[in-house]
């Protein structure tokens, strides 16, 4: 292993920190699994997996950071690299051309959109939900840790393995994915989505 | 915010910098934290227009995701099966 040995955790240590600090982080990691997925049995196995991944590199967690982050890691890499193969899904999904617009400076922040604040407020809970459940998996990431779990760009950055940079820019261009998403739907409320009254 | 109550006839109605305004408005809006902050938001808001409609939105967008997705709840199982599983192996 190239990772450096850490002092090694007594089994009571292992027990404490994997009670305390990893199980009470279930809920948001069931539903991170969940939002990869779409698939309750899916979603248990990856989160089951993940942790049994965290209790046998206990070693590696340095008490005090942040093991909610660490877990995430754990969890979006068994992602790809498990499940993504068994599910025979398309493991590119454009990514590298994702990353040559993003790591550009392209970013497109003039780009504006009519929709209205009011519409996005009047918006269920289901139909937030599908606009997210629609977008790409690294886009729909980005904003599940952003917005649900409320994680920090350098933590997301951790996480993700990419530069805070990308997390800004790729963070921006999921929530205008999204904007569009919502518009649609805004325009199937009835709602005008010009920006006249 | 209060600051919905200022009539949008005070602000610019076009930003010089587009690119760099929206992507420090978001940035604050995501709790990344950098120094005068608050006093830059407080500016671009009272001036600029696109400035005042893109931190609107952006914080309208960033509060229906927190308030209104719908958590899926753990399956009550999980946890004994994980700790179970852990107990075998060890």
């Known amino acids: 292993m190239s990772e450096v040995q850490r002092k090694k955790y007594s089994e009571q240590e292992k027990s404490k920190i994997f009670d305390q600090e990893f199980m009470p982080n279930i809920d948001s990691m069931y539903n991170f699994a969940y939002r990869l997925t779409f698939d309750e049995d899916d979603a248990k196995d990856l989160v089951q997996d993940t942790y049994l991944k965290a209790f046998r590199f206990i070693n590696s967690f340095e008490q005090g950071t942040n093991a909610k982050a660490w877990l995430f890691r754990i969890l979006k890499n068994s992602f790809i690299n498990d499940y993504r193969k068994k599910s025979k899904q398309p493991a590119k999904i454009d990514y590298q051309e994702v990353e040559t617009y993003y790591n550009s400076d392209d970013v497109d922040y003039a780009s504006t959109t009519d929709l209205r604040v009011d519409a996005v407020k009047d918006m269920l809970g289901d139909e937030i939900s599908n606009a997210l459940n629609s977008l790409a998996v690294d886009f729909r990431t980005v904003i599940i840790l952003c917005d649900l779990e409320g994680f920090t760009y350098e933590e997301m950055a951790k996480i993700l393995d990419i530069p805070i940079g990308t997390v800004r820019s790729r963070l921006h261009r999921a929530r205008n994915l999204l904007k569009d998403k919502l518009r649609s739907y805004a325009s199937t409320m009835g709602y005008s989505t010009d920006e006249e009254e | ?90």
């Open chain 2, 1 to 90: 915010m209060d600051d919905n109550s200022t009539p949008s006839g005070d602000r610019k109605l076009s930003c010089s910098d587009v690119s760099k305004c929206f992507q420090l408005l978001e940035s604050i809006l995501d709790g990344e934290n950098m120094p005068n902050s608050q006093e830059i938001l407080n500016e671009k808001l009272a001036k600029c227009e696109p400035c005042f409609k893109h931190f609107h939105l952006e914080q309208a967008i960033r509060d229906v995701l927190k308030t209104k997705c719908t958590k899926q709840s753990v399956p009550s199982e999980l946890e004994a099966s994980i700790r179970e599983i852990i107990q075998e192996k060890k």
